[in-house]
């Protein structure tokens, strides 16, 4: 059964549905701070200081809110020290964008997995990010900022999966790592029985993301010319050959210049490094 499946019988049999491919894995609530700024970034008739000061409300993410700010993803013109002048230049979508960002990552790091590299994990998902904002930018532009989103949060159940299912998970990983045509969401299905794409979805919802990003994790490895779905392809362990292949592939698939696409994956391994950094040192 599917995914749209599950949500259409509501939030609670979602996160019901959860529990039980978590194996009981008591998946942890956003810090109410961050809801009621989410909530507020959702207001139509809530101010973007008015968000900026819910978030100051908590010290230590806005530290992280404005290292992430500050970082090379947003490119700012100048470097901001408060949250007001932050939200004031960002927007509202994009500062809704990091607050996710943060919360996700937050709720991340008290995964506890033996052998699973999380710092791997965040770079990885941070080059997805790069990819799909990059390619999002040409191919539907109107969509970057949730391309970005999309492409960092796609695989997010992939740490829960591998402490859930410790004693099976990691072949499935090695399994996929070494085929260069694996897909991981087909060998967690055959191995586990459900995938990565279905349970990044109900966590999403138990946690309320905008429902264009739920749909967007719960479909990413399907064949689409979606810059999110394409960049699903990229795997955990840097491979160089794996990152040339992959661009040969953008170039044809969707009809861009050889130049477009390496500035567009030049860029996305110059500035993953340091979102990684931030997002796996929560």
Do not use: C
């Given at each position: 059964?599917?995914?749209?499946?599950?949500?259409?019988?509501?939030?609670?049999?979602?996160?019901?549905?959860?529990?039980?491919?978590?194996?009981?894995?008591?998946?942890?609530?956003?810090?109410?701070?961050?809801v009621s700024a989410l909530g507020t970034l959702r207001d139509p008739n809530?101010?973007?200081?008015?968000?900026?000061?819910?978030?100051?409300?908590?010290?230590?993410?806005?530290?992280?809110?404005?290292?992430?700010?500050?970082?090379?993803?947003?490119?700012?013109?100048?470097?901001?020290?408060?949250?007001?002048?932050?939200?004031?230049?960002?927007?509202?979508?994009?500062?809704?964008?990091?607050?996710?960002?943060?919360?996700?990552?937050?709720?991340?790091?008290?995964?506890?997995?033996?052998?699973?590299?999380?710092?791997?994990?965040?770079?990885?998902?941070?080059?997805?990010?790069?990819?799909?904002?990059?390619?999002?930018?040409?191919?539907?532009?109107?969509?970057?900022?949730?391309?970005?989103?999309?492409?960092?949060?796609?695989?997010?159940?992939?740490?829960?999966?591998?402490?859930?299912?410790?004693?099976?998970?990691?072949?499935?990983?090695?399994?996929?790592?070494?085929?260069?045509?694996?897909?991981?969401?087909?060998?967690?299905?055959?191995?586990?029985?459900?995938?990565?794409?279905?349970?990044?979805?109900?966590?999403?919802?138990?946690?309320?993301?905008?429902?264009?990003?739920?749909?967007?994790?719960?479909?990413?490895?399907?064949?689409?010319?979606?810059?999110?779905?394409?960049?699903?392809?990229?795997?955990?362990?840097?491979?160089?050959?794996?990152?040339?292949?992959?661009?040969?592939?953008?170039?044809?698939?969707?009809?861009?210049?050889?130049?477009?696409?390496?500035?567009?994956?030049?860029v996305a391994l110059q500035q993953a490094d340091e979102l990684s950094h931030?997002?796996?040192?929560?």
């Open positions: 059964m599917g995914i749209f499946s599950f949500l259409r019988r509501g939030k609670r049999r979602a996160a019901d549905e959860l529990n039980t491919l978590l194996e009981g894995y008591d998946l942890p609530s956003f810090p109410q701070v961050v809530a101010s973007m200081l008015d968000a900026a000061r819910v978030l100051q409300r908590d010290p230590n993410l806005q530290v992280k809110l404005l290292q992430t700010v500050n970082s090379a993803a947003f490119a700012l013109a100048s470097k901001v020290s408060n949250l007001q002048r932050a939200a004031t230049l960002l927007g509202r979508s994009r500062l809704e964008a990091i607050v996710l960002t943060q919360a996700v990552s937050g709720s991340l790091s008290r995964v506890d997995v033996r052998g699973f590299d999380m710092e791997q994990f965040w770079l990885a998902s941070s080059r997805r990010a790069f990819l799909a904002r990059g390619l999002a930018s040409l191919l539907h532009p109107a969509t970057k900022v949730e391309s970005f989103t999309a492409g960092l949060l796609q695989d997010m159940a992939v740490p829960l999966l591998a402490q859930t299912h410790a004693e099976r998970y990691p072949a499935i990983l090695t399994q996929w790592e070494q085929a260069d045509d694996a897909r991981l969401d087909m060998l967690e299905r055959v191995r586990l029985g459900h995938d990565h794409p279905l349970v990044g979805a109900l966590m999403a919802a138990r946690w309320q993301l905008p429902h264009v990003l739920v749909q967007s994790i719960a479909s990413h490895h399907e064949d689409s010319d979606d810059a999110v779905a394409f960049v699903s392809r990229l795997k955990m362990r840097h491979d160089a050959g794996a990152w040339t292949r992959l661009a040969q592939e953008a170039v044809a698939r969707f009809d861009l210049t050889p130049q477009q696409v390496e500035q567009i994956f030049s931030i997002l796996g040192h929560g």
